[in-house]
C-alpha cells in the first residue's frame, strides 16, 4: 500500500499564493496516479487535480483552472500543488489521494482512489 502524508497548509489572503505536497512512502515502486481533493464542511469531497504516474496527463476541476498546478517527482515520491490566486471558496481541508495505474484513464472520482493523506487546511481570507 502507500502511505500520504500532505504538508503546506496554512492561512493565505485572497490573491495569494500557497504550495501544498505530498510526500508518499511504502509500496512506491509500482506505478500510482495521484491527486488532490478538497473538503469544507458538510460538503461532499471534491475533485481538485489528478497528475499520471508518468506526468503526461493532467487534469484540473474548471474552478482552479488557469490558478492551480499540479506536479510530481517521482525520484522523491513527491506530489505538489501550487495554488495562485487564491479565493475564500478555496478554503478547505486539502485530501492527497493515490492509486496504483491500472487505467490510461484520468481519474476524478474519489471513489478511484484507495489510498488517501490525512488531510491539510488550507484557509484563505478576504
Known amino acids: 500500500q502507500v502511505v500520504l502524508v500532505e504538508s503546506g497548509g496554512g492561512s493565505a489572503q485572497a490573491g495569494g499564493s500557497m504550495r501544498l505536497s505530498c510526500a508518499a512512502s511504502?509500496?512506491?515502486?509500482?506505478?500510482?496516479?495521484m491527486a488532490w481533493f478538497r473538503q469544507v464542511p458538510d460538503r461532499e469531497r471534491e475533485f481538485v487535480a489528478t497528475?499520471?504516474?508518468?506526468?503526461?496527463?493532467?487534469e484540473y476541476a474548471a474552478s482552479v483552472v488557469g490558478r492551480f498546478t499540479v506536479s510530481r517527482d517521482n525520484s522523491k515520491n513527491t506530489m505538489h500543488l501550487q495554488m495562485n490566486s487564491l479565493k475564500p471558496e478555496d478554503a478547505a481541508v486539502y485530501y492527497c489521494?493515490?492509486?496504483?495505474?491500472?487505467?490510461?484513464?484520468?481519474?476524478?472520482?474519489?471513489?478511484?482512489?484507495?489510498?488517501w493523506g490525512q488531510g491539510t487546511q488550507v484557509t484563505v481570507s478576504s
Open positions: 497528475i499520471k504516474w508518468g506526468g503526461g496527463r493532467i
Open positions: 489521494a493515490a492509486a496504483y495505474s491500472s487505467t490510461s484513464s484520468v481519474r476524478t472520482q474519489q471513489e478511484q482512489y484507495d489510498y
Open positions: 511504502g509500496r512506491t515502486f509500482s506505478p500510482y496516479d
